[in-house]
């Protein structure tokens, strides 16, 4: 079995930065890629942001696009989502996603961190 656990969540201030961290444990796993998504009070699950492993090629949501960067540390087996420029429209709670093929549908994913909350007040 393979963990995923998040961390780095909290309140902060619109305009304000967080950098989220996404440590991957357990038996070998050698993912394809790696997702951020988010999911706010009564809405679906959204795409954030993905790194693909081999190439480290990223993707964004057009929502965050120019202020979220998402990266790997393949030794660390860790992801991160470094956070800028923050809206109260990113409030949700953050879940990184691990894929074996084929990235990003939520239906597909592998693996899922317990999620961690971001609260971007106004």
């Known amino acids: 079995q393979v963990q995923l656990v998040e961390s780095g969540g909290g309140l902060v201030q619109a305009g304000g930065s967080l950098r989220l961290s996404c440590a991957a444990s357990?038996?070998?796993?050698?993912?394809?890629?790696m997702a951020w998504f988010r999911q706010a009070p009564g809405k679906e699950r959204e795409f954030v942001a993905a790194?693909?492993?081999?190439?480290?090629?990223?993707y964004y949501a057009d929502s965050v696009k120019g202020r979220f960067t998402i990266s790997g540390d393949n030794a660390k087996n860790t992801v991160y989502l470094q956070m800028s420029s923050l809206k109260p429209e990113d409030t949700a709670v953050y879940y990184c996603?691990?894929?074996?093929?084929?990235?990003?549908?939520?239906?597909?994913?592998?693996?899922w961190g317990q999620g961690t909350q971001v609260t971007v007040s106004s």
């Open positions: 357990g038996r070998t796993f050698s993912s394809y890629a």
């Open positions: 996603a691990a894929y074996s093929n084929s990235c990003c549908e939520v239906g597909r994913a592998d693996y």
């Open positions: 790194i693909i492993r081999s190439s480290s090629s990223t």
